[in-house]
Nanobody
Framework: QVQLVESGGGLVQPGGSLRLSCAAS????????MGWYRQAPGKQRGLVAF???????NYADSVKGRFTISKDKIKNTMYLQMNSLKPEDTAVYYC?????????WGQGTQVTVSS
């Protein structure tokens, strides 16, 4: 089973940027639609960005125009570029297939947006 490892989170001020990475242990991005998900304290985990096998992308309304999902099939890595960050973007961010596979959740990476 392919393992996914998220990285790149941290503490950033409102208006700042971060780029998250999702490294896969195998070639998962060529044959699967993928997503970035996030879970804020006290809230359910939800999809924020989607990329299909053919690189069609879609975003939650709350991040549209600010976040960009991409993938590098050669590096087996997926990215989430996050710009104009807001305090409400604070959450643990995860990558997974879309729709997600229950046994494929990684540890996630914490993003905290605060002044």
């Amino acid at each position: 089973q392919v393992q996914l490892v998220e990285s790149g989170g941290g503490l950033v001020q409102p208006g700042g940027s971060l780029r998250l990475s999702c490294a896969a242990s195998g070639n998962i991005f060529s044959n699967n639609s993928m997503g970035w998900y996030r879970q804020a304290p006290g809230k359910q985990r939800g999809l924020v960005a989607f990329i299909s096998r053919g690189n069609t992308t879609n975003y939650a309304d709350s991040v549209k125009g600010r976040f960009t999902i991409s993938k590098d099939k050669i590096k087996n890595t997926m990215y989430l570029q996050m710009n104009s960050l807001k305090p409400e973007d604070t959450a643990v961010y995860y990558c997974n297939k879309a729709p997600p596979i229950a046994g494929s959740w990684g540890q996630g990476t914490q993003v905290t947006v605060s002044s």
